[in-house]
């Protein structure tokens, strides 16, 4: 190991606290955490040169590869500039270009308006805060909780994390934040009680596919359905496209699969093609126009850094290159690559009990040839991402579902690396017993 890297490792296990991690594992002396240092594209190196594919997309976020001359170009132009500028009580072309982009993906007199701040988790909880906001002032104060999707993922900031039903991580909070009704399918949603319905501000729900509740897909036309029944209700519906916005799932947005506008639209982790923290709330001009009038009737909310003028120039630079390099009609026969190579990948490895596929986002999720989930105490997952680095593939599993969801500007020939470095991995066989529990 090379000096730097040993002082790296070992100042961080002093000193820093990682997101969702098990410190005590990480901080053991055996633990050798990688030390990224570079990126190219795909690719990822760390402090000894090693190379990986990135294949989540560094946690979801990177788009058009690292380092793409044209997004570097732009946050280095905004840079000569200046940095950071406060968007309370000034605005600067950035934003304004921004924000008249981002309302131009959708039809006219639909989605006008735009919010910024900085993460997921702040852009749904804008959408939370308006939404209660709005029904405050505009005489239905009543409705001021929400219907969520059972096992939905929205953030981890107090309100967000009050929607989000991934029980390994939000027991603890329960009871803190905003009062909710979980449902898990349109026919649930159907069934509520009156008295619930009128109750809610809105609906909120990750569009098409749930990330962190394993990539888990909802049914063809399910959200057209939605938008329907929101419609009848009298309730808003709220997509968060934190994780599908960009074309992820094959198109722009995963609500124009089935022409849907939502009234409010969250998108953060791909807008700035991953390069910079920046998210975005988009609602009408319905929504805002409550907010107009006496001074109590603001929206007062707003963080530090909302609108930075960098971020801006990155998310600018991002759609400038979905132009230039046609990055959805180029992508289409990608998502068919990986689709097969995802089937001929399952076809080998009996442990693969199920492949789930959204566009560019897929879970290969293991089980036990018996159709049993592993034993949670073995940390399947973890430990084949773990093996997988040896075979150049950088991915995090979310339980026993392996992850893959590279930038979308990965090649054929990249994702071919990936799978097979999946296969090389499941083909080792590292510490699964591969035999029927009754065996
Ligand atoms: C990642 C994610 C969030 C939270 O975004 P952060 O930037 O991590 O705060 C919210 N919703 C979905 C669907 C996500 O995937």
């Known amino acids: 190991m090379r000096d730097d890297t040993r002082r790296w490792i070992e100042a961080d296990k002093a000193h820093c606290w990682h997101p969702f991690t098990r ?22 190196w760390d402090s ?21 001359p044209v997004s570097d170009a732009a946050i280095r132009t905004q840079l000569e500039k200046m940095a950071h500028v406060s968007f309370l009580g000034f605005t600067h072309p950035g934003a304004v270009e921004l924000a008249a982009r981002l309302c131009a993906f959708f039809p006219e007199n639909s989605l006008e308006r735009v919010f910024f701040s900085d993460d997921g988790s702040t852009a749904i909880e804008c959408a939370l805060k308006m939404a ?79 990330g962190v509740n394993e990539m888990r897909p909802w049914p063809a036309g399910m959200l057209a359905e939605l938008r329907a029944w929101c419609d009848r209700s009298g309730v808003h519906l709220i997509l968060d496209e934190v994780m599908t916005g960009f074309g992820r799932t094959g198109r722009m947005f995963a609500c124009q699969h089935e022409n849907v506008v939502p009234d409010f639209l969250c998108l953060a982790k791909g807008l700035t093609g991953g390069t910079l923290p920046m998210a975005a709330t988009l609602t009408t001009e319905t929504i805002y126009a409550a907010f107009l009038g006496t001074p109590d ?45 995802l089937a001929a ?75 097979a470095a999946l296969d090389n991995t499941l083909a080792a066989n590292p510490g699964i017993d591969t035999r029927p529990a009754n065996a």
């Open 297 to 341: 009737r603001a929206f007062y909310y707003g963080h530090s850094y909302t609108a930075n003028p960098l971020g801006c120039a990155a998310a600018l630079a991002s759609l400038d290159i979905f132009q230039q390099e046609e990055t959805l009609a180029q992508l289409a026969p990608k998502i068919d690559h990986l689709r097969a190579g």
């Open 132 to 210: 209660v906001q709005y029904r405050l002032q505009s005489g239905a104060p009543e409705r001021r909780q929400f219907i969520v999707f059972s096992n939905g993922y929205h953030g981890d900031t107090l309100g967000a994390a009050s929607l989000g039903g991934v029980d390994r991580f939000c027991p603890r909070f329960k009871g803190h934040g905003y009062e909710v009704t979980p449902v898990s399918s349109m026919a649930a949603l159907r069934a509520l009680p009156k008295t619930t319905v009128e109750k809610s501000a809105a609906v909120v729900i990750e569009p098409l596919i749930q």
């Open 23 to 44: 410190q005590g594992e990480w901080g053991a002396p055996d633990h050798e955490p990688i030390v990224i240092t570079r990126g190219q594209g795909s690719w990822l």
């Open 345 to 419: 990948l399952k076809a080998a490895h009996p442990l693969i009990h199920e492949v789930r596929q959204c566009g560019f986002i897929s879970g290969i999720e293991l089980r036990q040839l018996d159709g049993r989930p592993f034993p949670a105490e073995q940390r399947l997952g973890e430990a084949i991402c773990l093996a997988a680095r040896t075979h150049g593939l950088l991915t995090r599993p979310i339980l026993d579902t392996l992850v893959l969801m590279p930038p979308l500007s990965t090649t054929c020939a990249e994702l071919d690396q990936a799978l």
């Open 48 to 68: 000894e040169g090693r190379r990986y594919l990135d294949g989540n997309s560094s946690i979801w976020t990177n788009l058009h590869g690292h380092a793409h």
